[in-house]
């Protein structure tokens, strides 16, 4: 068996080694410019992206909503990279635009941006921003949009979907009915009057909707007791009105009649904040009607009366 094993050995101990054809090298070196290539443009978006995060942290830190025009709207909405969620509001506050349905539209946008960044869950996943038309004319004619305002949600991947488009008129633009839009486009949700966010640990963070305080309702009930007392109190030596049938049925019949009014099925039901014509296009507002076709004439603008939308003259 020795003596068989020793020619193998020595044919095995004769072989040559094998080496790479020539023409290999110029692709491992061209695959490794590739892969150096690849790595430095990775690194370079993530410094990017790190760079308009900071920027918009910044910019939050100081107003809760910061104002865009169209260059700024290209850099940080529309070039990527883009890891957050971007909340924009499409408006016309100046006032030669007569647009009060914009200011306010502003105020309950305010509301809930306030109270994103002052929780304690305000991260650099969702920012509030806001275009104006006098300051981004460009911005309108880019999205095609010739109305505000407008509410759009850009998410971090991807162009935004119709559903990232706020249904004004058929919702309203209660700080609510935002957050509860917000919910269902982004990591934000809102339960019960307040907002959660999901973390990936699935721990859930209330963030309260807090609105400054209104002490109208306090003041009008302190000035409806303090009349009736002062009434009493003139009337204290002869107190038969009390006792009259017919001004308690005057009463009564008010109270029913508040009751079942329009006003009051409007306070409960929470009709539509505008209602759509569908035989000729028109939107119904309260205090006024706007047709929703672009102006005739480019340099028109048209606003409706009362709480109408205002209308942005469109480019040819």
Same mark, same amino acid.
Not at 63 to 90: A, E
Not at 229 to 246: A, C, D, M, P, V
């Given at each position: 068996?020795?003596?068989?094993?020793?020619?193998?050995?020595?044919?095995?101990?004769?072989?040559?080694?094998?080496?790479?054809?020539?023409?290999?090298?110029?692709?491992?070196?061209?695959?490794?410019?590739?892969?150096?290539?690849?790595?430095?443009?990775?690194?370079?978006?993530?410094? %990017?992206?790190?760079?308009?995060?900071?920027?918009?942290?910044?910019?939050?830190?100081?107003?809760?909503?910061?104002?865009?025009?169209?260059?700024?709207?290209?850099?940080?909405?529309?070039?990527?990279?883009?890891?957050?969620?971007?909340?924009?509001?499409?408006?016309? %506050?100046?006032?030669?635009?007569?647009?009060?349905?914009?200011?306010?539209?502003?105020?309950?946008?305010?509301?809930?941006?306030?109270?994103?960044?002052?929780?304690?869950?305000?991260?650099?996943?969702?920012?509030?921003?806001?275009?104006?038309?006098?300051?981004?004319?460009?911005?309108?004619?880019?999205?095609? !949009?010739?109305?505000?305002?407008?509410?759009?949600?850009?998410?971090?991947?991807?162009?935004?979907?119709?559903?990232?488009?706020?249904?004004?008129?058929? *919702?309203?633009?209660?700080?609510?009915?935002?957050?509860?839009?917000?919910?269902?486009?982004?990591?934000?949700?809102?339960?019960?009057?307040?907002? %959660?966010?999901?973390?990936?640990?699935?721990?859930?963070?209330? *963030?309260?909707?807090?609105?400054?305080?209104?002490?109208?309702?306090?003041?009008?009930?302190?000035?409806?007791?303090?009349?009736?007392?002062?009434?009493?109190?003139?009337?204290?030596?002869?107190?038969?009105?009390?006792?009259?049938?017919?001004?308690?049925?005057?009463?009564?019949?008010?109270?029913?009649?508040?009751?079942?009014?329009?006003?009051?099925?409007?306070?409960?039901?929470?009709?539509?904040?505008?209602?759509?014509?569908?035989?000729?296009?028109?939107?119904?507002?309260?205090?006024?009607?706007?047709?929703?076709?672009?102006?005739?004439?480019?340099?028109?603008?048209?606003?409706?009366?009362?709480?109408?939308?205002?209308? !942005?003259?469109?480019?040819?």
């Amino acid at each position: 068996m020795g003596a068989r094993g020793a020619p193998s050995r020595r044919r095995q101990s004769g072989r040559r080694p094998r080496y790479l054809p020539t023409g290999s090298f110029p692709f491992l070196l061209l695959l490794l410019l590739l892969c150096i290539q690849l790595g430095g443009g990775q690194k370079k978006k993530e410094n %990017l992206l790190a760079e308009k995060v900071e920027q918009l942290m910044e910019w939050s830190s100081r107003r809760s909503i910061f104002r865009m025009n169209g260059d700024k709207f290209r850099k940080f909405i529309k070039t990527p990279p883009r890891n957050y969620s971007m909340i924009v509001m499409f408006t016309a %506050l100046q006032p030669q635009r007569q647009c009060s349905v914009c200011r306010q539209a502003n105020e309950e946008y305010q509301i809930l941006a306030n109270s994103w960044r002052y929780s304690s869950a305000f991260c650099n996943k969702l920012f509030f921003s806001m275009v104006d038309y006098d300051e981004g004319t460009d911005v309108f004619q880019q999205l095609n !949009m010739n109305s505000a305002p407008t509410f759009m949600h850009f998410p971090p991947k991807g162009r935004p979907k119709r559903a990232d488009t706020f249904d004004l008129q058929r *919702i309203g633009f209660a700080a609510e009915q935002l957050a509860k839009w917000i919910a269902d486009r982004t990591d934000v949700h809102f339960l019960y009057g307040t907002f %959660l966010l999901a973390s990936r640990k699935l721990h859930l963070i209330a *963030i309260r909707v807090f609105r400054p305080p209104n002490y109208s309702g306090t003041i009008a009930l302190a000035l409806l007791v303090s009349l009736v007392g002062g009434l009493l109190y003139l009337r204290r030596n002869n107190l038969e009105f009390i006792y009259n049938k017919t001004g308690w049925a005057m009463v009564s019949l008010c109270i029913v009649f508040a009751m079942t009014s329009g006003q009051m099925w409007n306070h409960i039901r929470g009709p539509p904040y505008a209602h759509k014509n569908p035989h000729n296009g028109q939107v119904g507002f309260p205090g006024g009607t706007v047709v929703e076709n672009p102006p005739a004439n480019a340099r028109d603008t048209v606003s409706s009366p009362g709480l109408g939308r205002s209308h !942005m003259p469109r480019s040819n």
